[in-house]
């Protein structure tokens, strides 16, 4: 059965992560970690930005449960909706709820913290094991009038059984492995792999000061000085804070938030104010389920990446100058802050690239001043809504392209807003308003051709790969896609490997992983220094296989050093299914297979839907011809409810083929039917499907399966070469000559119509 590891770099862990000390209490360091200040440090030298900071996301985002934090009904509340049940009380000053616990029975529980304050507010309760729970009923915080103020489910008419990841007790609802490292300060999360047990502590319970100005007892020390009459010289010309603002640049300022503010895998440091966005996490690319084919938010990606995206990046526009960092508010309301930039003649405007004429107009609107449409935001950040009641802009900041919407089937913001019309009509109103507008190619359209199995997949990326005109997120997009296809991407890849971007060289790697040993070494070895600590993981990674003596001499200690300590910091991410992945595929790269199979177990444990573990550890039981295994794992998976149709088809078609593997072809027909039918795309699973029934003597159907896949894949020379043969077995030679013409157009030179083509003479 041909079965690659599915997910070798797909499939990484884009999320937050950490946990609890003694039960019923905070989480706390024993001692201050290295530079940080007292948390209370700030508040007498810095009374205007700590008044505006304390009614900030930021100093909300985790709050002890007291009365004046909780802003829930626990008044005797009940939630009832889905078989979901649950009610909300108080006892003193202490909150509880009763709902299902980890046994299935009702029980007390007591919060202990609050989470976030609009437009929604979060609960939290410890569980065995050090971790900290997420209820998933919360309290809508919006006023009455707009739909607040009640009990609601985060995921509205369902419920889940206690096995499930998704259930307020199960994985997904981790504060440990989920949130905390983005909403508490210099959090560790103290992950131990072997008992799936955390010990997270914390400097600051929420998101304080030295989040972003960094460790800061420097400049309080310097400060505490000046105050008692000294004259103590200043630390350094930032006055001893962490980060140094003004030498970050709006680029680097941007990095900064990205760690909370981006969907990305942790590298395993723990978040690192000042230092690069790379040597802290890997931001995801824009891959389907979190992005649309033209860069649109879909997922829950949390802005970063879509405002990479933007002109407004490129200009050199930062975070701060549309936020106000300590309230975390917008600066000005309505178009005013855009027209800060966006104006023809600013007094001073540090991006004159963005003057070009007055966009607060009629005249370039075109809706009533005063109207939803007439407000920038709505035309060029367009809103989804999160957790039910959350909406949140797109940062892409792009102009509306209704007339590419159905080449990227992607979102367009004017129809969004007059439902009810079709983008064409949006479309031909801007080619009126604008009279033959610019619309330039947008690399949405060839994500899209490349999504859907269409066009040429090596030109199209290629060609966004080495447009350096284009993002760095859309080239690494463009460079992790090339990397699935193997030998023929190489060549660009390559040239990837040494981009300025240190995004583009990550994800660049994993192309070389399977080529040769030798040359893989040329071309990734001096990676193994590179300055981004991201860039180095991936390099070590696809070089995990090789033998350290089969390296130079003078590379085989950093080797050593390097994947120890990459397998380390894995082994302490690993608390999350995607964790124990990427550190199986460590191991499997090292031969370690009994280990890796052990940690796939681990993560079907954690979530049994959960499809490239299963997947890879179905690989490796049927590579140890532990065939039994093999089908009870298929099988197993099979068989959950509410599992989505690809992964199901998928299941479906690897069950089959082991089936065929072990002799048991009726039953393996029956699944290759059930793949076929729900993966309509996958032509692999028709010419298979028609192999199958041909050698089973079911030839009408074999011919008809071969047919349905050559509707999907028309140029496909599997399918054609198959019914030629088919047809010219039994005689069928019209036919089968109708075939011939086809793959001569197809695939002119494969070798297996050049060795049939002296019996075809017309």
């Given at each position: 059965?041909?079965?690659?590891?599915?997910?070798?770099?797909?499939?990484?862990?884009?999320?937050?992560?950490?946990?609890?000390?003694?039960?019923?209490?905070?989480?706390?360091?024993?001692?201050?970690?290295?530079?940080?200040?007292?948390?209370?440090?700030?508040?007498?030298?810095?009374?205007?930005?700590?008044?505006?900071?304390?009614?900030?996301?930021?100093?909300?985002?985790?709050?002890?449960?007291?009365?004046?934090?909780?802003?829930?009904?626990?008044?005797?509340?009940?939630?009832?909706?889905?078989?979901?049940?649950?009610?909300?009380?108080?006892?003193?000053?202490?909150?509880?709820?009763?709902?299902?616990?980890?046994?299935?029975?009702?029980?007390?529980?007591?919060?202990?913290?609050?989470?976030?304050?609009?437009?929604?507010?979060?609960?939290?309760?410890?569980?065995?094991?050090?971790?900290?729970?997420?209820?998933?009923?919360?309290?809508?915080?919006?006023?009455?009038?707009?739909?607040?103020?009640?009990?609601?489910?985060?995921?509205?008419?369902?419920?889940?059984?206690?096995?499930?990841?998704?259930?307020?007790?199960?994985?997904?609802?981790?504060?440990?492995?989920?949130?905390?490292?983005?909403?508490?300060?210099?959090?560790?999360?103290?992950?131990?792999?072997?008992?799936?047990?955390?010990?997270?502590?914390?400097?600051?319970?929420?998101?304080?000061?030295?989040?972003?100005?960094?460790?800061?007892?420097?400049?309080?020390?310097?400060?505490?000085?000046?105050?008692?009459?000294?004259?103590?010289?200043?630390?350094?010309?930032?006055?001893?804070?962490?980060?140094?603002?003004?030498?970050?640049?709006?680029?680097?300022?941007?990095?900064?938030?990205?760690?909370?503010?981006?969907?990305?895998?942790?590298?395993?440091?723990?978040?690192?104010?000042?230092?690069?966005?790379?040597?802290?996490?890997?931001?995801?690319?824009?891959?389907?389920?979190?992005?649309?084919?033209?860069?649109?938010?879909?997922?829950?990606?949390?802005?970063?990446?879509?405002?990479?995206?933007?002109?407004?990046?490129?200009?050199?526009?930062?975070?701060?100058?549309?936020?106000?960092?300590?309230?975390?508010?917008?600066?000005?309301?309505?178009?005013?802050?855009?027209?800060?930039?966006?104006?023809?003649?600013?007094?001073?405007?540090?991006?004159?690239?963005?003057?070009?004429?007055?966009?607060?107009?009629?005249a370039h609107h075109h809706h009533e001043p005063g109207s939803a449409g007439a407000q920038c935001v709505n035309c060029h950040m367009p809103t989804k809504t999160y957790m039910v009641v959350d909406p949140r802009r797109d940062h892409s900041l792009r102009i509306p392209r209704p007339d590419l919407a159905a080449k990227t089937a992607s979102p367009d913001a004017c129809t969004s807003c007059h439902q009810g019309n079709q983008p064409e009509w949006a479309a031909k109103a801007i080619d009126i308003w604008y009279e033959k507008p610019q619309r330039p190619a947008h690399y949405g359209e060839s994500f899209q051709v490349v999504r859907t199995g269409q066009g040429n997949a090596?030109?199209?990326?290629?060609?966004?790969?080495?447009?350096?005109?284009?993002?760095?997120?859309?080239?690494?997009?463009?460079?992790?896609?090339?990397?699935?296809?193997?030998?023929?991407?190489?060549?660009?890849?390559?040239?990837?490997?040494?981009?300025?971007?240190?995004?583009?060289?990550?994800?660049?790697?994993?192309?070389?992983?399977?080529?040769?040993?030798?040359?893989?070494?040329?071309?990734?070895?001096?990676?193994?220094?590179?300055?981004?600590?991201?860039?180095?993981?991936?390099?070590?990674?696809?070089?995990?296989?090789?033998?350290?003596?089969?390296?130079?001499?003078?590379?085989?200690?950093?080797?050593?050093?390097?994947?120890?300590?990459?397998?380390?910091?894995?082994?302490?991410?690993?608390?999350?299914?995607?964790?124990?992945?990427?550190?199986?595929?460590?191991?499997?790269?090292?031969?370690?297979?009994?280990?890796?199979?052990?940690?796939?177990?681990?993560?079907?444990?954690?979530?049994?839907?959960?499809?490239?573990?299963?997947?890879?550890?179905?690989?490796?039981?049927?590579?140890?011809?532990?065939?039994?295994?093999?089908?009870?794992?298929?099988?197993e998976g099979l068989a959950l409810d509410k599992m989505p149709t690809p992964d199901h088809g998928n299941l479906a078609y690897m069950l089959a083929l082991l089936l065929v593997e072990r002799g048991k072809t009726e039953e393996a027909v029956n699944w290759l039917d059930k793949a076929a039918s729900e993966l309509p795309g996958n032509v692999r699973i028709r010419y298979n499907q028609g192999l199958l029934l041909s050698q089973l003597n079911r030839r009408d159907e074999a011919l008809a399966a071969l047919r349905a896949g050559l509707e999907q894949a028309p140029e496909d020379p599997d399918l054609l070469y198959t019914l030629i043969y088919l047809h010219a077995i039994a005689?069928?030679?019209?036919?089968?000559?109708?075939?011939?013409?086809?793959?001569?157009?197809?695939?002119?030179?494969?070798?297996?119509?050049?060795?049939?083509?002296?019996?075809?003479?017309?």
């Amino acid at each position: 059965m041909a079965m690659l590891l599915a997910g070798l770099w797909g499939w990484l862990l884009f999320v937050a992560t950490p946990a609890l000390a003694e039960p019923g209490q905070s989480p706390a360091l024993a001692t201050e970690p290295s530079g940080y200040a007292p948390e209370a440090s700030c508040l007498d030298c810095h009374e205007s930005q700590v008044a505006q900071w304390k009614q900030s996301d930021h100093a909300w985002a985790m709050r002890h449960a007291t009365p004046d934090n909780v802003l829930g009904d626990f008044k005797d509340a009940s939630f009832d909706e889905a078989g979901v049940k649950a009610s909300f009380f108080r006892k003193g000053d202490a909150f509880f709820a009763n709902l299902e616990g980890e046994d299935g029975k009702p029980a007390d529980v007591k919060i202990l913290y609050t989470f976030g304050h609009y437009p929604l507010q979060q609960y939290l309760v410890e569980l065995s094991r050090g971790r900290l729970q997420a209820l998933t009923l919360a309290w809508d915080s919006r006023p009455k009038e707009e739909g607040g103020q009640r009990w609601f489910s985060l995921y509205p008419g369902q419920r889940f059984a206690t096995s499930d990841p998704l259930h307020w007790t199960g994985r997904y609802q981790n504060w440990n492995a989920m949130c905390a490292d983005c909403h508490s300060t210099a959090l560790s999360k103290g992950y131990d792999d072997k008992s799936d047990s955390f010990s997270t502590s914390w400097h600051e319970q929420t998101v304080g000061c030295q989040a972003c100005h960094g460790p800061s007892q420097s400049h309080v020390t310097w400060a505490n000085q000046r105050k008692a009459g000294g004259t103590a010289k200043a630390p350094d010309d930032h006055y001893g804070l962490g980060v140094d603002t003004k030498a970050l640049g709006s680029k680097g300022q941007v990095e900064q938030c990205a760690f909370c503010h981006s969907r990305r895998q942790g590298l395993g440091t723990g978040q690192q104010p000042g230092h690069p966005q790379l040597d802290q996490s890997l931001p995801t690319t824009l891959r389907a389920s979190l992005y649309h084919a033209d860069g649109q938010i879909d997922g829950e990606v949390y802005e970063f990446d879509s405002f990479t995206q933007s002109k407004m990046f490129a200009a050199g526009v930062g975070c701060s100058d549309c936020h106000n960092p300590h309230s975390t508010k917008i600066k000005l309301e309505g178009n005013g802050l855009c027209v800060q930039c966006h104006n023809p003649q600013p007094p001073t405007s540090r991006f004159p690239s963005l003057q070009a004429k007055e966009y607060d107009s009629q005249a370039h609107h075109h809706h009533e001043p005063g109207s939803a449409g007439a407000q920038c935001v709505n035309c060029h950040m367009p809103t989804k809504t999160y957790m039910v009641v959350d909406p949140r802009r797109d940062h892409s900041l792009r102009i509306p392209r209704p007339d590419l919407a159905a080449k990227t089937a992607s979102p367009d913001a004017c129809t969004s807003c007059h439902q009810g019309n079709q983008p064409e009509w949006a479309a031909k109103a801007i080619d009126i308003w604008y009279e033959k507008p610019q619309r330039p190619a947008h690399y949405g359209e060839s994500f899209q051709v490349v999504r859907t199995g269409q066009g040429n997949a090596l030109e199209l990326l290629g060609a966004l790969l080495t447009d350096k005109e284009k993002a760095a997120i859309v080239r690494a997009t463009a460079a992790e896609q090339l990397a699935d296809l193997g030998l023929p991407a190489l060549p660009s890849l390559r040239l990837a490997l040494k981009d300025e971007s240190a995004l583009v060289r990550a994800y660049a790697i994993s192309g070389f992983a399977n080529t040769p040993p030798m040359a893989r070494q040329d071309d990734l070895l001096p990676l193994l220094q590179d300055p981004s600590l991201a860039v180095r993981d991936e390099a070590i990674r696809a070089l995990a296989d090789m033998p350290p003596d089969s390296l130079p001499e003078a590379e085989r200690a950093r080797f050593q050093t390097l994947l120890a300590d990459y397998e380390r910091r894995l082994r302490g991410n690993a608390d999350l299914p995607g964790g124990r992945l990427n550190l199986a595929v460590l191991l499997t790269r090292q031969g370690r297979q009994q280990e890796a199979m052990a940690e796939y177990r681990e993560a079907l444990r954690m979530d049994p839907y959960f499809v490239p573990a299963r997947v890879n550890l179905v690989t490796l039981a049927s590579a140890a011809q532990q065939l039994d295994e093999a089908e009870a794992l298929l099988r197993e998976g099979l068989a959950l409810d509410k599992m989505p149709t690809p992964d199901h088809g998928n299941l479906a078609y690897m069950l089959a083929l082991l089936l065929v593997e072990r002799g048991k072809t009726e039953e393996a027909v029956n699944w290759l039917d059930k793949a076929a039918s729900e993966l309509p795309g996958n032509v692999r699973i028709r010419y298979n499907q028609g192999l199958l029934l041909s050698q089973l003597n079911r030839r009408d159907e074999a011919l008809a399966a071969l047919r349905a896949g050559l509707e999907q894949a028309p140029e496909d020379p599997d399918l054609l070469y198959t019914l030629i043969y088919l047809h010219a077995i039994a005689g069928e030679q019209e036919e089968a000559f109708g075939y011939v013409k086809r793959m001569r157009k197809a695939a002119p030179q494969d070798p297996r119509l050049l060795a049939i083509e002296p019996y075809w003479t017309k």
